[in-house]
């Protein structure tokens, strides 16, 4: 398959990743659009370093430590997300507003 | 075969992601999810990159969505709807389950997956090679920031007080 098919896949995905975060229905939804964000950034990295073979593994060792964050990104942002939780009473982020004037 | 499978994979990780959006229920959304991430983690097999896959796999499928899939349960989401757990539904999973089983045994099964105008893939031998050499320092990095996360979540989790018992939630 030439390389834009796996371009095409990985820009659909952040769309939709994108579309998640930006509904943002509640946080858990928001941090799963997170993930496919990530997921399709790294189908894009691991394409180009396919295709391109001068860079050697840049592309792979990237989307390693991409993954490598995302699993620490997610701890944080969940104990997060249930501390909100216990505070709020709610995971709506439009109902979380203490911050806002 | 290699084209077959990339639109099976390709079209299986779109549809996935689409079902995580419009699912009202948090935990069907995450299985999909799920559902998403093996399906990418088969096209990077079909790239030809089978150690990231078996990462992706592990540490996406299950640590991250594990500790999603454990969030929400916490959170009780759906108090007043109960999940409904349906016969067709658990057709679909193993529909899907043996699909995909059956799509890696295809890909790792043989060469004749590579295409003829694709370079070869970097080993693995020479991926550890650069990870301790050139990329030693984030290497080492990488480290110190799952010890921050990790300390990070566990403050996180605690009550306010101070108390060894855990945050009501």
Known sequence: MPLEAYLAVAAVLFVIGLTMVASRRNLVYVLMGLELILNAANLNLVAFNRFHPESHVDGQMTALFVIILAAAEAAIALAIVLNAYSHFETIRPDDIDTMKD | ?169
């Open chain 2, 1 to 169: 075969m290699a084209t077959a499978l990339f639109y099976l994979f390709g079209a299986g990780a779109l549809f996935s992601a689409a079902n995580v959006v419009f699912r009202r229920q948090a935990v069907p959304a995450a299985i999909w999810l799920v559902t998403c991430f093996f399906f990418l983690a088969g096209e990077f097999l079909l790239l030809g990159f089978p150690f990231l896959a078996a990462i992706q796999i592990m540490v996406y499928v299950g640590a991250i969505m594990v500790l999603f899939l454990f969030v929400i349960m916490l959170l009780d989401l759906q108090a007043h709807q109960p999940i409904q757990s349906q016969f067709r539904h658990s057709i679909g999973g193993a529909l899907a389950l043996v699909l995909v089983a059956l799509a890696f045994v295809a890909a790792s099964g043989g060469q004749a997956l590579e295409a003829e105008n694709q370079p070869a893939a970097p080993e693995i031998s020479a991926l550890v090679e650069a990870l301790f050499t050139r990329y030693l320092l984030p290497f080492e990095v990488t480290s110190v920031v799952l010890v921050a996360a990790i300390v990070g979540a566990l403050t996180l989790g605690r009550s306010p007080g101070g108390s060894d018992h855990p945050a009501k939630s």
